[in-house]
């Protein structure tokens, strides 16, 4: 954002707060602000902007004339997407025509593994939840020529990959094999089942180049097995519906760094007592419909010496009693050498009970799982591991691998 002037806000983030302000009436009602340049003092005042207030307020909300995004949506000026509801009910984004798709192609120019994809014809694979957040993702049952849009080919038809019936996977690896992708992207849990099929088919698809985990939190798990199936180079690329993508960085690398093209990324101290983990506060850039202005996205990074680690969701973290943190990274850290799974979730059933569900071809050696998890979980904890052949999603198809009690799905 260039050189600080004293205690100024940047330029380029008060033209945009400014511009935010132009466009949606909606932050004027929640907090004026004055003509005089913008201090930091008055930046933080600027009330911060939640999921809850979006839901609650309406995105019609963000509108001075509701009318006339209702034509730009029948003129296809405008586009809707719904989020899934995972936290405070759905939620309905308004966007530009053409936004998705030009935020998506600023994370692919942040990313050294994804640049060269930029500005030319490349085939791409996308499987994740119907509701994903894309605004390209199909609703029907259209047959395969008429998923293939720009180059991408959307092979999910159904909600929960664990009750695909293996005449599905057959079609899923089949339109996998005619596309030749040199790009799949999906949800961890969907690409790691993806990855089972292959593997279990005798299939190999030599074309990837590039593996891209989004929609939701991934395990090593995930990463290890989506790998046996398909050896290229794994991105993670995070972001919302609402928000789009913010962070992108090689996967299990702790090298994710903000897409400063796509937005300004506030990062705000979450606990004392937790050096170098935050909150994130999100400012969209250039964004017409439903900009977004401190906007609470819910998410927790954690700074390294090679860039941030996305933690995940608040609620989907753990506190033992020393105050100490509890995360995915954590749980992959301590399974035994040698365990392999599709799929896991740690599951929080008393105040210091946990089961660990998990999803293998073999029944692994529990009294070790059990013992490794809880000695890092500590203060007496007692876990009991169980060896399913599915596991569940929430009603919004997403999956949780961390689930400490109070948490709300």
Not at 54 to 83: C, K, M, N, P, W
Not at 175 to 203: N, S
Not at 285 to 290: F, I, L, Q, V, Y
Request: aromatic share 12%.
């Amino acid at each position: 954002m260039g050189a600080a002037d004293g205690d100024r806000v940047p330029p380029p983030l008060e033209a945009e707060i400014r511009r935010i302000y132009s466009l949606s009436p909606l932050y004027g009602r929640r907090f004026p602000i004055h003509r005089e340049p913008l201090r930091w003092g008055c930046y933080s005042e600027i009330p911060v902007l939640s999921k809850r207030e979006i839901v609650e307020a309406g995105h019609q909300s963000f509108f001075e004339d509701y009318r006339e995004i209702e034509r730009g949506l029948q003129e296809r000026r405008f586009e809707y997407e719904s989020t899934s509801g995972t936290t405070q009910g759905p939620m309905t984004v308004i966007m530009e025509d053409g936004w998705w798709n030009a935020q998506t192609q600023r994370a692919y120019e942040a990313s050294p593994l994804l640049r060269s994809f930029v500005g030319r014809s490349y085939r791409k694979c996308v499987l994740a939840p119907v509701g994903c957040s894309s605004n390209l993702c199909p609703y029907e049952d259209h047959p395969f020529p008429h998923r293939y849009f720009d180059g991408t080919v959307y092979l999910n038809l159904s909600s929960d990959p664990f009750m695909f019936p293996e005449g599905e996977w057959d079609r899923i690896v089949l339109e996998l094999q005619a596309v030749k992708p040199e790009v799949i992207e999906g949800e961890p849990v969907y690409l790691a089942l993806l990855a089972r099929a292959v593997l279990k088919r005798g299939v190999t698809v030599p074309s990837v180049k590039a593996v891209i985990l989004t929609y939701g939190k991934a395990s090593l798990q995930h990463s290890r097995r989506i790998a046996e199936a398909f050896p290229a180079p794994q991105v993670d690329l995070y972001g919302s519906t609402e928000a789009g993508y913010i962070f992108v960085g090689e996967a299990f690398r702790d090298n994710s760094q903000a897409i400063d093209s796509n937005a300004f990324i506030e990062l705000v101290p979450w606990r004392q007592e937790l050096a170098d983990v935050y909150q994130i506060y999100v400012t969209t850039r250039g964004r017409s419909a439903m900009p977004l202005l401190r906007y609470h996205t819910g998410d927790i990074v954690r700074r390294m010496p090679t860039g941030y680690r996305i933690l995940g969701r608040e609620r989907d973290l753990y506190f033992r009693a020393d105050g100490s943190l509890v995360s995915v990274s954590e749980v992959d850290a301590v399974l035994p050498e040698g365990f392999a799974c599709w799929h896991y979730s740690l599951v929080q059933t008393g105040d210091k009970r946990w089961d660990f569900h998990y999803v293998g071809e073999h029944v692994a050696d529990h009294q070790r799982i059990e013992d490794a998890l809880a000695g890092m979980l500590g203060e007496g904890a007692r876990v009991n591991a169980f060896r399913r052949r599915v596991i569940a999603p929430a009603a919004s198809g997403k999956f949780a691998l961390l689930k400490p009690l109070g948490s709300i799905r």
